[in-house]
């Protein structure tokens, strides 16, 4: 099994950055896809990045395309979320995920879900 431990979440001031981190351990498979999703109470999950680590090609939600930027660390199986221009509607539990066979933004391409970091932009 793949676990994820994510960590960076907190409080920021509109307008404010924050740097989520995501270490994925466990697969020797090679290829993954690996994403960042964000829920807020009562809403449906959504899909916010992704980047498959083999290649780097990355997918944005457009909510957040030009504010937030995936990338792998120098370990290929970390991921890092740079959010900038934060605003209240990026208030959100911030889920970092993994799948295997799909790199999309749907929740049911991921196989293996991280416990979540909180973001608060207020």
């Known amino acids: 099994d793949v676990q994820l431990v994510e960590s960076g979440g907190g409080l920021v001031q509109p307008g404010g950055s924050l740097t989520l981190s995501c270490a994925a351990s466990?697969?020797?498979?090679?290829?993954?896809?690996l994403a960042w999703f964000r829920q807020v109470p009562g809403k449906e999950r959504e899909g916010v990045a992704r980047i498959d680590t083999v290649g780097g090609s990355t997918v944005y939600a457009d909510s957040v395309k030009g504010r937030f930027t995936i990338s792998q660390a120098n370990a290929k199986n970390t991921v890092t979320l740079q959010m900038n221009y934060l605003g209240p509607e990026d208030t959100a539990m911030y889920y970092c995920a993994a799948g295997i066979m799909w790199c999309g933004l749907a929740q049911s391409e991921y196989d293996y879900w991280g416990q979540g970091t909180q973001v608060t932009v207020s």
């Open positions: 466990g697969y020797t498979g090679g290829r993954m896809c």
